[in-house]
Each structure stands twice: as C-alpha cells, then as structure tokens.
T-cell receptor, first 111, second 114 residues
Framework: QKEVEQDPGPLSVPEGAIVSLNCTYS??????FMWYRQYSRKGPELLMY??SSGNKEDGRFTAQVDKSSKYISLFIRDSQPSDSATYLC???????????WGLGTSLAVNP | DADVTQTPRNRITKTGKRIMLECSQT?????MYWYRQDPGLGLRLIYY???????NKGEISDGYSVSRQAQAKFSLSLESAIPNQTALYFC?????????????FGPGTRLTVL
C-alpha cells in the first residue's frame, strides 16, 4: 500500500461547478499537507498548505484535513476553465522531512 | 527570468547514448532534487542534494547519476539511456526543509529514448 493514495481521474466538470479533490494517507506522522497545481507542460507549483487538522481558505479554494480519518480534500468553488490542471497532494512528516507525493488528479473544467 | 531553469527542454536520443540534463537556480536554495514523471506513476524522486557535498539516492536512482557542481547547479546523467527512461524530468529546489519544505520546480525536460 502506498503512503499516499490519490485517484488520478480524469475529472471533467462544467464551469461553475464545485470540485472536490481528495487524498488518503497511512502515515499518522504527517504534519503538513500541501496541494500543488500543475498546468500542462509546466512544473508543479504550491497552491496551498494546511498544518495538522482543520480548514484553510484562499479565495475559491479550501483545503481540509481530517487526521482522524487520514483524509485530505481540496474544494474549488465556482470552478473556471483556468482551473484545468493536474492537482497533486503532498505530505511531510516532522521527523524525516521527506515529501511524499500523490499521483495527481487531472481536472478539466469545461466552458 | 525563471528562478529554476532546465536544459534542454526536449531531447530525443538513442538507446545506449549518454545524456546529461542540467538544472540551474537563482533562488539561493541549498536543496535540489531530480524527479521523473510518468503517466500513472506520478512524480518519483531520483536523487536529491541538501548541499554541495551531500548527494542522496531517491527511490529510483538505478541507471542515473548526478553531480552538484555548485549551490546553483545540479546535473542528472543517464550513462547509457534505455527506452524505459523516456519520461518528463523535473528539477526542483527548496529552502532548508522547515515547515512545508516548499519545492520550486523547473519547466521540465521531455526525454525520449528510441
């Protein structure tokens, strides 16, 4: 079993939809939970992060962490065609500082 | 100018050839990484370096070698390329590993081995 599981999709939604992207993990030592966004033909870029449990909101994006269920989510409200990209979750544990990546979910937002 | 640059951006080569991919950064970061990305397999770490004198193998280092020529430069070599090394290769940098250890990626090199 991989430390981080992420459904690769692809996910296709109409413009304006609410999008939910998710990852599950097995290592309870993870403390920081990140979402990176990767546009076609580009490298990944950090979108947002959450430390430990809870929610974090940034504009149309909300990141949630449920440590009891070992489950993290990224919600995109009022999705736009410009949100079409691959979204990768990544996690890091405080002890070894090694970043663990999910496979990434491909999202297409259709006008 | 981009903070993390990779050369070449695209390369087609033949089985058995030696290939070098180069990475330069102007972010002043000590940590540098080489990843490959394949459909269905995600990002996989090949090698990483926490400073000029520190080189570490990642999860898939077989068939690859690296050189950290300076804080700003980290090169990846394929000594004898094989077709299953066809992939998208990314260089990344990060600061000192505290907190999120945010990684900054280059634009990638698309390598095809025939």
């Amino acid at each position: 079993q991989k430390e981080v599981e992420q459904d690769p999709g692809p996910l296709s939604v109409p413009e304006g939809a609410i999008v939910s992207l998710n990852c599950t993990y097995s290592n309870s030592a993870f403390q920081y939970f990140m979402w990176y966004r990767q546009y076609s033909r580009k490298g990944p870029e950090l979108l947002m992060y959450t430390y430990s449990s809870g929610n974090k909101e940034d504009g149309r994006f909300t990141a949630q962490v449920d440590k009891s269920s070992k489950y993290i989510s990224l919600f995109i409200r009022d999705s736009q065609p410009s949100d079409s990209a691959t979204y990768l979750c990544a996690m890091i544990a405080g002890n070894n500082r090694k970043l663990i990546w999910g496979l990434g979910t491909s999202l297409a937002v259709n006008p | 100018d981009a903070d993390v640059t990779q050369t070449p951006r695209n390369r087609i080569t033949k089985t058995g050839k030696r290939i070098m991919l180069e990475c330069s950064q102007t972010k002043g970061h000590d940590r540098m990484y080489w990843y490959r990305q394949d459909p269905g397999l995600g990002l996989r770490l090949i090698y990483y370096s926490f400073d000029v004198k520190d080189i570490n193998k990642g999860e898939i280092s077989d068939g690859y070698s690296v050189s950290r020529q300076a804080q700003a430069k980290f090169s990846l070599s394929l000594e004898s390329a094989i077709p299953n090394q066809t992939a998208l290769y990314f260089c990344a940098t990060s600061d000192d590993g505290t907190g999120t250890d945010t990684q900054y990626f280059g634009p990638g090199t698309r390598l095809t081995v025939l």
